[in-house]
């Protein structure tokens, strides 16, 4: 039986995956199979090198909870999976182990602005639906969302030097119980939670991915940086925002270095 063709009505699949290095297996391998190694990772990641997808994205961790890391961006599920499964076979026979994966999706935000939100929006500034200030406002602001949506469905992530990942999920926790908030309340605490994030633009760029029903988080948050105190002080300025405060529960930090291959094997001693 062929494996079956899974696609989502929008958006892709992702999964980061996190590895330990087997340091006696692979002081086992010779210098042969140690190259022969690098020379497949190369090659599969060169296949799979897409802006969006597929694309298989290299990592080191910092920090000593996992030493290889990677990103699979993927449309279909199957296609996933076999980029997953080519990953491990490039490596020696027992030399990885896993310490952790995440698998969610590419989703846009329940709370995305509407077309009815910018009316009220401007109208409230004092612009006129059917004037030409009205008008060109709107066209921008859509246009605006347009390219926002791209971009939550089918990211085209940086090549920038670090990137943080943790999964997290809303507390369902007797008076803090997100789901049990109307939407309206959600709405309006996420657009405030999204403006302390929109303060870090140039600095860090994030993609949300969800995982509820799929992973044990309902989120996957990546986060692209040129600086580490940028990522601490984006975190740190949103848990002072009440969506994190009082409703966020939040896994394993990991923190990495965005290398190639070759770089990797440099910087591993492999």
């Known amino acids: 039986m062929s494996v079956p063709t899974v696609k989502l009505n929008r958006g892709i699949h992702v999964m980061h995956i996190f590895y330990k290095i087997d340091r006696l297996r692979w002081q086992s391998t010779g210098a042969s199979e140690s190259k022969q190694a690098l020379s497949k990772l190369e090659t599969l990641t060169k296949a799979n090198s897409a802006p969006s997808n597929p694309r298989l994205v290299s990592y080191v961790n910092v920090g000593g909870k996992a030493d ?22 490039c490596f020696p026979p027992g030399t990885l182990q896993t310490v952790d994966s995440f698998l969610s999706v590419t989703e846009l935000p329940e709370y995305v602005t509407t077309e009815e939100d910018m009316v009220r929006s401007f109208q409230q500034e004092g612009l006129q639906p059917g004037t030409e200030a009205f008008n060109q406002r709107l066209e921008a602001g859509k246009k605006r ?21 943790y999964p997290m999920s809303k507390r369902r926790s007797g008076n803090d119980n997100w789901y049990m908030l109307d939407f309206d309340a959600r709405k309006k605490l996420m657009l405030g939670h999204a403006r302390v994030g929109r303060k870090f633009a140039g600095r860090v760029t994030q993609l949300i991915t969800g995982a509820t029903g799929i992973d044990d988080w309902e989120w996957g948050v990546t986060l692209m940086a040129h600086q580490t105190d940028a990522l601490k002080e984006i975190v740190y300025e ?17 923190i990495n270095l965005r290398l190639s291959p070759a770089d990797i094997w440099a910087h591993l001693k492999l």
């Open 68 to 89: 290889l890391v990677f990103i699979i961006y993927a449309a279909e599920l199957g296609q996933l999976g076999s980029i997953h499964r080519e990953l491990e076979l």
């Open 145 to 165: 969302q347009a390219e926002y949506e791209q971009y939550r469905l089918y990211p085209e992530m940086p090549d920038w030097e670090i990137m943080g990942f």
């Open 238 to 254: 949103m848990r002072f925002d009440e969506v994190s405060a009082r409703y966020g529960e939040f896994g394993t930090f990991y």
